[in-house]
């Protein structure tokens, strides 16, 4: 890839790229997009850190991947030219979701968040962004949620589960986090994608490792332990939980 793309309308319309904005809008935005080259295997941005750039693939392919509890990449998509990633950058106080790396030598447009929606749509940039998170976030985390079932086994699923119903339907209690929703073994079943019998027999090893409470019909969950199962966070000596 020894030629650099010329960033251009012409450009930006042949690569679908913002299909919805004028012309005028195109030209307003491109003096503030940064064209840069990443060579394969280039780390672009990691998974965890805060997102401080927004980036649209102008020429090449580029690769999102996590990484399993146990170290395992998994590959969540590939980037073609024309796609914007890292929008998790628009969304107020949230880090980036995945690793992403050059799968092929890049070219890449790179623009701050706010400098994006300011020029694009002329809102302030702190009103988009907290609709965004109210809104898109949910559904952010529910793709997250389902990329990292890949390579779990059943119990860190089932744990993984846990952790989400406790932080939306979980009341704090001296014992965990109490779950409100009454769910059956069924409900779980489909959750995680097992069958009944074996989300049974893991419950009751969860229970074994009092990382999960009954209190009559109602489960009472405990995070840190669950947190741990789940390959969210590892365990110091003495018993701290730190997080990964």
């Known amino acids: 890839m020894a030629r650099t793309p010329v960033l251009n309308v012409t450009t930006l319309r042949r690569l679908r790229a913002l299909p919805w904005a004028s012309d005028r809008q195109l030209e307003q935005l491109l003096p503030h997009l940064t064209l840069q080259r990443a060579e394969r295997q280039a780390t672009l ?11 649209l693939l102008i020429a090449g392919a580029a690769k999102l991947t996590l990484r399993s509890a146990e170290g395992e990449e998994i590959l969540v998509s590939l980037i073609a030219p024309g796609e914007f990633f890292g929008i998790t950058c628009l969304l107020s106080e949230s880090s980036r979701g995945f690793h992403c790396e050059a799968f092929s030598d890049c070219w890449i447009a790179a623009i701050r ?45 089932l744990a993984f589960a846990l952790l989400e119903l406790a932080q939306k339907f979980g009341v704090q209690d001296d014992r965990g986090t109490i779950l409100v929703l009454q769910l059956t073994h069924d409900d779980l079943a489909n959750l995680v994608g097992a069958s009944r019998q074996k989300v049974t027999e893991h419950i009751k090893e969860l229970e074994r490792r009092e990382a999960l409470l009954r209190d009559g019909r109602r489960l009472i969950v405990a995070p840190e332990r669950l947190q741990i199962i789940a390959g969210l966070a590892v365990t110091r000596v003495g018993g701290e939980v730190e997080g990964r």
Not at 47 to 52: D, K, R, Y
Not at 134 to 157: C, E, H, I, N
């Open 45 to 55: 941005f990691a998974e965890g850190e805060q997102g401080h750039f927004l980036y």
């Open 113 to 157: 968040p706010d400098t994006f929606v300011t020029t694009l749509l002329g809102v302030p940039f702190a009103e988009f962004s907290g609709f965004m998170s109210s809104t898109v976030s949910r559904w952010a985390a529910l793709l997250d949620r389902y990329s990292r079932f890949q390579g779990l086994g059943l119990q860190q699923r």
